[in-house]
């Protein structure tokens, strides 16, 4: 018995969904670490306020939050704003094309 041509199909959009859910699964840890280490940043922010100076490892520290914050900011806005993940390709493209400009000249 020969196997069902939509088989096939059926199976892909299965490895799809199952890839789909693992990067979404992937990316909810990550965000909730990076959250986790933001009480460490607050206290750090604090500092000057209750009398105290910032040394050099806090400001390494805080700078390396900020950074890590940094680079979540565009993927949190990617999840938050509603239609954003269709217009996220043309965001690419027109940042590519950016860069290549700015290359050339």
């Known amino acids: 018995m020969a196997p ?9 959009i299965k490895r799809l969904g199952t890839s789909l ?3 979404q699964e992937r990316e ?3 965000l909730r670490a990076e959250i986790q ?9 604090m500092k000057p306020r ?3 100076r910032w040394s050099n490892e806090d400001r390494a520290e805080m700078k390396a939050h900020l950074q890590r914050m940094g680079r979540l900011g565009l ?3 990617v999840l938050a704003v509603p239609g954003t993940s269709l217009t996220l390709p043309l965001l690419a493209w027109w940042l590519d094309r950016r860069r290549r400009k700015r290359l050339t000249l």
Do not use: C, E, K, Q
């Not at 069902?4 to 892909?12: E, L, N, Q, T």
């Not at 280490?37 to 922010?45: F, S, T």
């Open 4 to 12: 069902r041509p939509s088989a096939g199909v059926i199976g892909a």
């Open 21 to 23: 859910w693992m990067l």
């Open 28 to 30: 909810r840890f990550r």
């Open 37 to 45: 280490r933001v009480p460490g940043l607050l206290v750090l922010l």
């Open 50 to 52: 209750n009398g105290l």
């Open 75 to 77: 993927y949190l806005t």
